[in-house]
């Protein structure tokens, strides 16, 4: 039997761009690539900037969950260091609300959050912060945000962003980040969802396309 790989989907609303490569991966002969940098476990896994983030944002004393309070917006916020290539960003939804519409938003930067002052974060990751250079980001679709849904995303060294929800199949998000810089994860908590929880562990994608 032939060692077939499955495809990721593909959001319908994905626009390509040209973005520039890295080498972090080496090809088997089977065509999938293999991630070679450090083991999964090799750094903490991401915590919430502790500053950098929206005024309806609150923060555990762990920096692992972060709570929308009031309204449906000014919730962005960003991890406190920078993510790997191939290093999964892993959350839980842990608190969802149906009286709003719309869901999380989520994405990446390269720009260093630390540098923002709290007049710099707009009230939406959508449009406002992804139209200023930078800033990738988008919405994930309402059906998927139901509460202690697991979401994790990724990016890879083509500039291009995956996620899956519960551990299933990668679905192709995003194109066109900017890879030769480090990225920052944007994690908007927008609308129904009210409140995520960072997780720990599995945060190394091993397998790619």
Request: hydrophobic share 35%; charged share 20%; glycine share 8%.
């Amino acid at each position: 039997m032939g060692n077939t790989t499955p495809k990721p989907l593909i959001d319908s609303s994905l626009q390509h761009r040209p973005v520039a490569s890295r080498q972090y991966c080496t090809v088997s002969k089977s065509g999938v690539e293999r991630h070679t940098s450090a083991p999964p476990n090799s750094i903490e896994s991401p915590r919430f900037h502790p500053h950098a983030k929206g005024k309806n944002i609150r923060l555990d004393t762990q920096l692992r969950r972060a709570t929308r309070k009031n309204s449906f917006c000014n919730g962005i916020t960003f991890s406190q260091r920078p993510v790997r290539l191939y290093e999964k960003v892993r959350l839980r939804l842990s608190g969802v609300h149906t009286g709003w519409s719309g869901a999380l938003r989520f994405g990446f930067t390269s720009l260093d959050p630390s540098n923002l002052a709290l007049a710099d974060i707009p009230k939406y990751a959508c449009p406002d912060l992804v139209t200023r250079p930078g800033y990738w980001a988008k919405a994930l679709p309402e059906r998927l945000a139901m509460r202690d849904n697991v979401l994790a995303f990724w990016a890879d060294r083509h500039g291009r962003v995956f996620y899956s929800i519960n551990d299933g199949e990668p679905i192709l998000f995003h194109c066109g980040l900017s890879v030769g810089c480090p990225l920052w994860a944007i994690i908007d908590i927008y609308g129904i969802t009210q409140e995520v929880t960072l997780l720990g562990g599995c945060s190394d994608n091993r397998t790619h396309f």
